[in-house]
Protein backbone atom coordinates (compact mmCIF):
# COMPACT_ATOMS: atom_id res chain seq x y z
CA UNK A 1 0.00 0.00 0.00
CA UNK A 2 1.45 3.50 -1.48
CA UNK A 3 1.03 6.08 1.22
CA UNK A 4 -0.95 9.17 -0.31
CA UNK A 5 0.30 12.49 0.70
CA UNK A 6 -2.19 15.26 1.79
CA UNK A 7 -1.51 16.74 -1.95
CA UNK A 8 -2.60 13.09 -3.12
CA UNK A 9 -5.44 12.99 -0.78
CA UNK A 10 -6.96 16.22 -1.95
CA UNK A 11 -6.97 15.68 -5.10
CA UNK A 12 -8.71 12.40 -4.45
CA UNK A 13 -11.51 13.58 -1.99
CA UNK A 14 -12.14 16.14 -5.28
CA UNK A 15 -12.33 13.22 -8.07
CA UNK A 16 -14.82 11.27 -5.47
CA UNK A 17 -16.88 14.37 -4.69
CA UNK A 18 -19.28 13.37 -7.62
CA UNK A 19 -19.92 9.84 -6.91
CA UNK A 20 -22.52 7.70 -4.74
CA UNK A 21 -21.51 5.18 -2.34
CA UNK A 22 -21.79 1.53 -3.99
CA UNK A 23 -21.69 -0.41 -0.67
CA UNK A 24 -23.27 -0.48 1.99
CA UNK A 25 -22.64 -1.85 5.89
CA UNK A 26 -24.91 -2.58 7.68
CA UNK A 27 -26.17 -4.38 11.31
CA UNK A 28 -24.02 -7.62 9.56
CA UNK A 29 -20.85 -5.70 9.81
CA UNK A 30 -18.30 -6.32 7.49
CA UNK A 31 -18.14 -10.32 5.87
CA UNK A 32 -15.66 -11.87 3.67
CA UNK A 33 -18.13 -11.76 0.61
CA UNK A 34 -18.51 -8.15 1.22
CA UNK A 35 -14.37 -7.58 1.02
CA UNK A 36 -14.06 -9.71 -2.15
CA UNK A 37 -16.96 -7.48 -3.65
CA UNK A 38 -14.90 -3.96 -2.72
CA UNK A 39 -11.61 -5.62 -3.69
CA UNK A 40 -12.92 -6.51 -6.91
CA UNK A 41 -14.82 -3.27 -7.72
CA UNK A 42 -11.51 -1.28 -5.98
CA UNK A 43 -9.47 -2.87 -9.40
CA UNK A 44 -11.80 -1.64 -11.33
CA UNK A 45 -12.64 1.90 -10.29
CA UNK A 46 -9.64 2.51 -8.02
CA UNK A 47 -11.62 5.36 -6.20
CA UNK A 48 -14.93 3.71 -4.11
CA UNK A 49 -16.92 5.84 -1.40
CA UNK A 50 -19.14 2.91 0.95
CA UNK A 51 -21.93 4.44 2.91
CA UNK A 52 -22.30 3.25 6.83
CA UNK A 53 -25.75 2.85 8.21
CA UNK A 54 -27.28 3.79 11.22
CA UNK A 55 -28.26 0.18 12.15
CA UNK A 56 -24.42 -0.63 12.08
CA UNK A 57 -22.88 -1.78 15.42
CA UNK A 58 -19.87 -1.27 14.49
CA UNK A 59 -17.67 2.05 14.35
CA UNK A 60 -17.22 3.64 10.98
CA UNK A 61 -13.04 4.18 12.07
CA UNK A 62 -12.66 0.51 12.51
CA UNK A 63 -14.71 -0.71 9.55
CA UNK A 64 -12.80 1.84 7.63
CA UNK A 65 -9.29 0.79 8.76
CA UNK A 66 -10.47 -3.15 8.73
CA UNK A 67 -11.68 -2.61 4.69
CA UNK A 68 -8.12 -0.84 4.16
CA UNK A 69 -6.12 -3.67 5.74
CA UNK A 70 -8.20 -6.46 4.08
CA UNK A 71 -8.30 -5.00 0.41
CA UNK A 72 -4.21 -3.27 0.63
CA UNK A 73 -6.24 0.25 0.28
CA UNK A 74 -5.69 3.46 1.31
CA UNK A 75 -8.54 5.55 3.08
CA UNK A 76 -9.15 8.81 1.66
CA UNK A 77 -11.51 10.07 4.37
CA UNK A 78 -14.18 9.45 6.38
CA UNK A 79 -17.07 12.34 6.42
CA UNK A 80 -20.29 11.40 8.21
CA UNK A 81 -21.06 7.93 7.84
CA UNK A 82 -19.07 7.58 3.84
CA UNK A 83 -16.10 6.31 4.04
CA UNK A 84 -14.00 6.70 0.51
CA UNK A 85 -11.50 4.43 -0.35
CA UNK A 86 -8.62 4.46 -3.05
CA UNK A 87 -6.52 1.50 -4.24
CA UNK A 88 -4.42 1.84 -7.47
CA UNK A 89 -5.56 -0.71 -9.74
CA UNK A 90 -3.22 -3.08 -11.30
CA UNK A 91 -4.69 -3.30 -15.44
CA UNK A 92 -7.85 -0.37 -15.39
CA UNK A 93 -5.34 2.38 -14.26
CA UNK A 94 -7.54 5.86 -14.69
CA UNK A 95 -6.33 8.30 -11.62
CA UNK A 96 -3.12 9.68 -11.91
CA UNK A 97 -2.10 10.84 -8.89
CA UNK A 98 0.13 14.51 -8.83
Not at 14 to 27: A, C, D, M, R, T
Not at 55 to 81: F, P, R, W, Y
Amino acid sequence: MKTLSSKNIKQLKKESHHLNPIFQVGKNGVTDNFMEQIDDVLEKRELIKISVLQNCLEDKDGIAEEISKNTDSNIVSIIGNTIIIYRESKNNKQIELS
